[in-house]
């Protein structure tokens, strides 16, 4: 570390603390963080002013609805990744089963061999036929999560893509993400509806990150609904649609 | 079939039933958050959910922007909650500075900072909040004592800490804004920081 790139980057410990930096200068500064204990020393010293500083700010309470939306997008995260849990305890189960086998299999006569290998596999496969969920002793057939594509208007929305996650029991409501779309101009968001009988209820809005990404919650059941949709709405939502819909997910 | 049956296993390696959780330090609630548990993620938000809001809402200037904010820094931490490491500061710390990144995402990847930019007062006008809940007197408490001390620094300094900080400007739109050169900025903001981290550390000692 020269003592001249050293001086260069020492005045920019407080705009980096601040997040005022480019990504660029940023990025440029904490390789230069990773040699220069005088920095790192600097930073370290000044950090805690910077983390007062959102203790500044008076309380506001959030909405109910960000809670609701929140935890109904976690919890089918996490019912996903158990799903994901027991098929992979299942594989694992299948392979332990297969070497088991080729140890037991090695000191048997061929013909005992083939019908003991025979019985061992098809009860792998009716195992995992009759429910890989039940096996795991976690989950539950019906936490099963399933999902619905969603169809997306590809003249308005290019590279839209999505998916309605659906939990156990559709009284639940249900989480919808989507990819690939475009993040909105600031007074728009994506109005996420629910079709029941030829009325349509609003469910709740999102908007989408940088990488087009997003997620809402459909909080009423879907009991007899017909179809789960978004549009684009000025904010903060609209009372009723005022664009055909750029998803949909048919019931 | 087997159901789980609500128990939960500590940092501690002993058995806790969901009501217990509650009385659980932030850092072990993280601790099984990371292990994946949606109910310790929703005591988690439960905490911290309404100081990530306030802080969203006072970069963002609405409520609809700042529950996006919120929402994204929310999911952000449940999917990347492996990265905590409870050595490195505060659960409380970790998650506002998440918001705080989601929220300048936010400002920069949107129109707000041209509608701040054609006010100069923007930052400081914006919105007082007037909702009041109960058992928020401390946090108040402690954000007027915050707000004191960033008072009691020269007002150059408090401007371009909190252009910076709540605003969402990098220094060189700061330099712009103020018409001051970038060094100058730079310097103010450092020399901010380190009065500011002077008077705090009186005012708790």
Known sequence: MSVERHHVQEENVGAYLLSALTEIEQRTFEQHLDDCPVCQDEVDRLRPAVHALPRSVDPVDPPARLKTSLMAAVKADATEAAGEAS??????????????????????????????????????????????????????????????????????????????????????????????LPTLENDSVYQVWLERRGEVISQSTFTVGEDGEGAAAVTDSLESADAVMITRERAPEAKAPTEDSIVRVAL | MIRSVGVLRTPLGGMKRQDDIQSLADEEVMHLVQEGDPRAFELLYDRHGGPAFSLAYRMVGNRVTAEDVSQEAFLSIWRSRARYQADRGSVRTWVLGIVHHRAIDALRRNLVHEKRRSSAEGIEERFEAKETTPGEAARREEARSVRTALEELPDEQTRVIELAYFGGFSHSQIADMLEMPIGTVKGRMRLGLDKLRRTLAGVAA
């Open chain 1, 87 to 180: 098929r992979h305890g299942m594989a694992r189960r299948v392979r332990e089963r297969i070497a088991g086998l080729n140890d037991a299999l090695m000191g048997m006569r061929p013909g005992v061999a083939w019908v003991a290998a025979s019985i061992v596999l098809l009860t792998g496969v009716l195992a995992g036929a009759t429910g890989l969920y039940a096996i795991s002793g976690v989950n539950t057939e019906e936490d099963r999560p399933q999902a619905i594509t969603a169809k997306v208007d590809k003249t308005r929305v290019p590279n839209g893509s999505g998916s309605l996650v659906l939990p156990a029991d559709a009284r639940d409501g249900a989480v919808l993400r989507v990819h690939g």
